[in-house]
């Protein structure tokens, strides 16, 4: 390959028009340019295998599912069973069997601007998927635990086509019309749970985010509802906001 300049190489390389032999040719060239070159992109390819990895190892609870025939499988994941403040949300989701996004992990994982990012990749890509929203009156009314299972079941519900088999993240769930199993950490486990979590930390940080308009001084915004040291004094100072979950007894005891 004809010797070219650092910066047209550059371009090259970002554009993805160099083979594999004009790659291994560059390995050769002495310059210091050209070996950081390749030696980022060494680095890069290096991290697609692994993300590559990572998505196969994450698809193994569905395949199992279409090798039995099952062809919805059903992930299900909720965001805020913790948070002082604020609704529990839930999501279900469908996904095509060729559905491929690297990097879809648990949401927690992943930081907001690719939770965005992958949240409206999963709108239009799946094949179904439901949202419910019980908020704090609710919970404060039939509990936590049971206020999840009820966001669980309501978006399972919202699908269509309703699942042949569902995978949850932890919970166990009864009434389901089809087969269906909890796993524990499911949402690092199962690309459809995975995807059911960025469904629904995604929408319940949104409503977070419109409630910190309403009572900036709980610093929604930023806490997402959780007891963090601010929001813990911005309940002393003021007491609790409407959307307090008042049975959480640090809500509790300044009422």
């Given at each position: ?193 995975a995807a059911a979590s960025i469904l629904a930390k995604v929408t319940r940080d949104r ?49």
């Open positions: 390959m004809e010797k070219q300049s650092i910066s047209h190489l550059q371009h090259l390389f970002k554009s993805g028009m160099l083979t594999e032999k004009e790659i291994d040719l560059l390995r050769n060239d002495k310059r210091k340019g050209a070996q950081l070159l390749v030696k980022r992109f060494e680095k890069e390819k290096q991290k697609e295998e692994e993300l590559e990895r990572a998505f196969e190892e994450m698809c193994l609870y569905e395949r199992k599912q279409y090798v039995m025939n099952n062809h919805y499988i059903a992930g299900v994941d909720e965001a805020g069973r913790g948070p002082l403040a604020g609704p529990v949300v839930a999501a279900a989701v469908i996904l095509p069997s060729d559905f491929k996004l690297l990097g879809l992990n648990d949401s927690k994982q992943i930081n907001e601007t690719d939770r965005e990012k992958f949240y409206d990749i999963v709108l239009s890509e799946a094949t179904s998927y439901g949202i419910s929203i019980i908020n704090n009156d609710q919970i404060d009314t039939i509990n936590i635990f049971e206020a999840t299972k009820l966001a669980m079941t309501e978006a399972i519900n919202k699908l269509d086509p309703y699942p042949d088999h569902i995978l949850i993240d932890a919970v166990e769930l009864k009434g389901l019309s089809c087969t269906h199993e909890a796993i524990i950490k499911g949402d690092a486990k199962s690309i459809s749970i409503l977070m985010k419109d409630m910190h308009l309403e009572y900036p001084m709980y610093d929604f915004a930023a806490n997402m509802g959780y007891g963090t040291k601010k929001h813990l004094e911005s309940l002393q100072k003021y007491g609790p906001s409407p959307y307090h979950r008042k049975t959480f007894a640090p809500v509790r005891e300044v009422m």
